[in-house]
């Protein structure tokens, strides 16, 4: 007789066990589903905002191929002079020029921005005639993007 009611407060025990046993799991697979919702909350988020902010244009971004054809290496976009001039503030910026052996004065606009980029042998910036700009392999495409990226990067100063 002890045995069978030992056995039943036993099985009570358990049962109990199980109860709060059950609690703790449904309360932890609540808790992970918030959180699973909360995640892709900010994955959205996270995916929506830089979107948002580029414009859109065109990708790759003028920023990307700056680095991309190693620009930065040589150009700064802060005004400071590196191996080559700064390029920020260069549209429609007068440019004392090498073309042919003499020194002209030009305006950087976009057909001059344009065979710099190109042909920098065509013509060089008289400050920098002892320094070189290799000639980059770049698609047209490309070409247009970086003008569009310079000139903006100008007009935000
Ligand atoms: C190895 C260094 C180097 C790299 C890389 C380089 N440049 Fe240059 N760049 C120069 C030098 C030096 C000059 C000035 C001499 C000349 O005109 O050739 C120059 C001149 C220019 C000019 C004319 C600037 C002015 O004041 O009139 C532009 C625009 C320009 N580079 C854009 C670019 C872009 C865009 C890239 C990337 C696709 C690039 N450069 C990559 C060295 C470099």
Same mark, same amino acid.
């Given at each position: 007789?002890?045995?069978?009611?030992?056995?039943?407060?036993?099985?009570?025990?358990?049962?109990?066990?199980?109860?709060?046993?059950?609690?703790?799991?449904?309360?932890?697979?609540?808790?992970?589903?918030?959180?699973? /919702?909360?995640?892709?909350?900010?994955?959205?988020?996270?995916?929506?905002? @830089?979107?948002?902010?580029?414009?859109?244009?065109?990708? @790759?971004?003028?920023?990307?191929?700056?680095?991309?054809?190693?620009?930065?290496?040589?150009?700064?976009?802060?005004?400071?002079?590196?191996?080559?001039?700064?390029?920020?503030?260069?549209?429609?910026?007068?440019?004392?020029?090498?073309?042919?052996?003499?020194?002209?004065?030009?305006?950087?606009?976009?057909?001059?921005?344009?065979?710099?980029?190109?042909?920098?042998?065509?013509?060089?910036?008289?400050?920098?005639?002892?320094? +070189?700009? @290799?000639? @980059?392999?770049?698609?047209?495409?490309?070409?247009?993007?970086?003008?569009?990226?310079?000139?903006? +990067? /100008?007009?935000?100063?």
């Amino acid at each position: 007789m002890k045995k069978i009611i030992n056995y039943l407060l036993n099985f009570r025990f358990f049962v109990r066990m199980f109860r709060t046993y059950k609690l703790l799991m449904i309360a932890i697979i609540l808790l992970s589903s918030c959180r699973q /919702g909360n995640d892709n909350n900010e994955g959205n988020t996270d995916i929506t905002q @830089p979107e948002q902010q580029t414009s859109p244009a065109s990708s @790759p971004d003028g920023p990307d191929l700056f680095s991309k054809y190693a620009c930065f290496t040589c150009h700064s976009l802060e005004g400071g002079v590196m191996y080559g001039p700064p390029l920020n503030g260069i549209f429609m910026k007068e440019v004392n020029v090498i073309r042919q052996g003499r020194e002209i004065t030009v305006v950087a606009d976009r057909d001059y921005l344009t065979k710099a980029i190109t042909d920098p042998e065509y013509e060089k910036v008289a400050e920098f005639k002892d320094k +070189t700009m @290799p000639k @980059p392999v770049i698609p047209e495409d490309d070409v247009e993007t970086l003008i569009d990226y310079l000139i903006k +990067t /100008g007009e935000k100063e």
